[in-house]
């Protein structure tokens, strides 16, 4: 009877030990992708311009892009200089700080699709799959439409 008492109090000492260990592990990590969307292209269009807004629960980093609607996907700066518009693509992606929102659009940081497979017209879903460092990877559709338009919001 002795041992049965042990083997039972051992058991759920156990058990609590690994149940409070689990309680006291990192949160999973995790980024949410809201308000995706790509500018419209003309026909034959070489790349297309794509948009979305991040928030990493921990911090993390967006490390590469995909999309079966291009040839590749890749993540770009986009910058002034002496009036001239240079494009670069950031081949360590972008910082993405715990609890902050990270707003990839036009005239910063974003994505480019190149060699779209897929007309870039107004209601068109681009599928993109972001990944991260660290955090699983993201798979959402981008609609095609025009960017809203400052002051317009009435």
Same mark, same amino acid.
């Given at each position: 009877m002795k041992t049965f008492a042990f083997t039972t109090l051992s058991s759920s000492i156990l058990a609590a030990l690994a149940m409070s260990a689990c309680a006291q592990?990192?949160?999973a990590a995790k980024v949410v992708a809201t308000d995706a969307?790509?500018?419209?292209?003309p026909a034959g +269009?070489?790349?297309?311009?794509?948009? =979305?807004?991040?928030?990493?629960a921990a911090d *993390?980093? !967006? &490390?590469? &892009?995909?999309t079966a609607a291009a040839d590749r996907g890749e993540i770009h700066t986009m910058s002034m200089d002496g009036g001239v518009m240079r494009m670069r693509k !950031?081949? *360590?992606?972008?910082a993405l700080p715990a609890g902050t929102s =990270? +707003?990839?659009?036009?005239? +910063?940081e974003h994505l480019m699709i190149i060699g779209p497979k897929i007309a870039l017209t107004a209601g068109a879903k681009v599928p993109l =799959?972001?990944?991260?460092?660290?955090?699983?990877? =993201?798979k959402l559709d981008a609609v095609v439409r025009m960017p809203a338009m400052p002051g317009m919001a009435h």
């Open positions: 592990a990192a949160p969307w790509c500018r419209p292209a +269009a070489l790349a297309g311009g794509c948009y =979305v807004t991040l928030k990493a *993390d980093r !967006l &490390v590469s &892009v995909e !950031l081949a *360590d992606g972008i =990270v +707003a990839l659009k036009p005239g +910063a =799959v972001l990944k991260f460092r660290n955090a699983p990877p =993201v």
